[in-house]
């Protein structure tokens, strides 16, 4: 008898433990950063965003990205799929990246019904100057031929 309620406290116990936090944040950032990809002359920064726990059915997550020169950021969107382990986000190509600066990302979890659930915020910073990359593609086409449009010793 004394056997049998230790097992059905356990198992109370155990299964009080598999529910869900929900004071737990639902998304964390996981990675990030900026790209610049010297071959095609192309700048972006983006990063994942991965589930701590269940969203809600039907939500959007939400990328709001800091673009430089402009006063409004750029938002991407994905739909919630239950289950899905991350979602990616990349912001759109960018011009004028400054070096030694943060860009500001928000993250925002929005139910079906458009409310706001969670949102987070993170700055991703750069050591590089938009400068550094050419100012047109270095190659072109599938095969990567070199861009029959630059100059021979120029890159910029």
Request: some cysteine; glycine content about 8%; overall charge neutral.
């Amino acid at each position: 008898m004394m056997l049998r309620k230790i097992i059905l406290l356990t198992l109370a116990l155990f299964l009080t433990a598999c529910g869900e936090d929900e004071n737990a944040p639902y998304l964390s950032f996981a990675g990030g950063g900026f790209v610049f990809n010297y071959r095609n002359a192309e700048a972006f920064y983006g990063f994942i965003a991965k589930p701590l726990r269940t969203l809600p059915e039907g939500g959007v997550i939400e990328a709001q990205f800091e673009v430089p020169g402009k006063p409004e950021p750029a938002v991407e969107q994905e739909k919630v799929v239950q289950g899905q382990v991350q979602y990616s986000f990349k912001s759109p190509l960018l011009t004028g990246i400054q070096a030694k600066r943060d860009y500001k990302v928000v993250m925002r979890l929005i139910d079906a019904q458009g409310k706001e659930v969670a949102r987070y915020e993170r700055n991703f910073h750069t050591d590089v100057d938009q400068a550094s990359l050419p100012n047109q593609p270095l190659v072109v086409g599938p095969g990567y031929q070199r861009n029959p449009d630059l100059k021979p010793g120029t890159l910029n």
